[in-house]
């Protein structure tokens, strides 16, 4: 599932929103302040903010105007207020939606998901790539095989996420890096042999693969113009996705 981070000075919210979205699969990142939250929010580029407007260091609404100033991330705004002029106001600087505390968890997880939803409408990116017997849904995080759900480590859905992002077109081996673990100057065979983990679980033959490209020396490519889906797959793990 996507990851989502929450920005909030109370512990008690925090605890009980981790709590909410942990278990319907998401991955929780937090923040007790402003400065902490726009760390967060630039290192780790979360799929969701959850922005609390009452904060210790800076006001919420300019957390909210500084991270549009350089991401279209969805964020939905936290709020004891009810206050309609608040609400427009914060609406028009960029908020994707605004819901007043006390909230129920199912309401707020149905928010989310539609606002992450109408992200890529509005970039015009459908959510889910495919490429022959293999989707990956991209705000979901749910991958599957010939329509059976596999389960994939973080790094794997990583590597698959980035390469999903920008199918057909190739990565190269320090972009990748980059991605999966932060630096350019890593070891070009851990990536290999992710990339081989990665293949055994999505490809009919890891041997042969059709679906994840190597382009000798440079790096690798997602493949988009696979139509045809293989009757079989090796190592497929049916049940729901999980990135452990």
Not at 39 to 59: G, Y
Not at 152 to 173: C, F, I, P, Q, W
Not at 212 to 237: F, K, M
Request: aromatic content about 4%.
């Amino acid at each position: 599932m996507a990851s989502v981070l929450l920005i909030d000075d109370e512990i008690q919210i925090r605890r009980f929103l981790r709590a909410g979205f942990e278990l319907h699969g998401y991955t929780v990142l937090e923040a007790e302040n402003a400065t902490l939250g726009l760390k967060a929010a630039t290192l780790e580029k979360p799929d969701l903010i959850l922005l609390d407007l009452n904060l210790p260091d800076l006001e919420g609404s300019e957390v909210l105007e500084r991270v549009r100033s350089w991401s279209n991330v969805p964020i939905i705004v936290l709020s004891i207020q009810a206050d309609e002029r608040e609400k427009v106001r914060l609406l028009k600087m960029g908020a994707d939606d605004y819901v007043v505390k006390p909230f129920g968890i199912s309401e707020l997880l149905a928010r989310s998901e539609a606002a992450m939803r109408r992200h890529f409408r509005s970039s015009n990116r459908d959510p889910v790539v495919r490429t022959g017997p293999l989707s990956i849904d991209l705000v979901l995080r749910v991958v599957t095989v010939s329509g059976k759900r596999i389960q994939l480590t973080r790094k794997e859905y990583t590597l698959l996420h980035a390469l999903a992002s920008h199918a057909g077109l190739v990565l190269t081996h320090e972009q990748l890096m980059e991605e999966i673990w932060g630096t350019r100057a890593g070891n070009i065979q851990y990536l290999r042999i992710l990339v081989r983990k990665l293949r055994q679980k999505v490809e009919a033959d890891a041997t042969r693969p059709k679906l994840i490209i190597s382009e000798s020396g440079v790096g690798y490519r997602l493949d988009a113009d696979n139509p045809n889906p293989s009757p079989t797959h090796g190592r497929i793990s049916p049940g729901a996705a999980c990135l452990a």
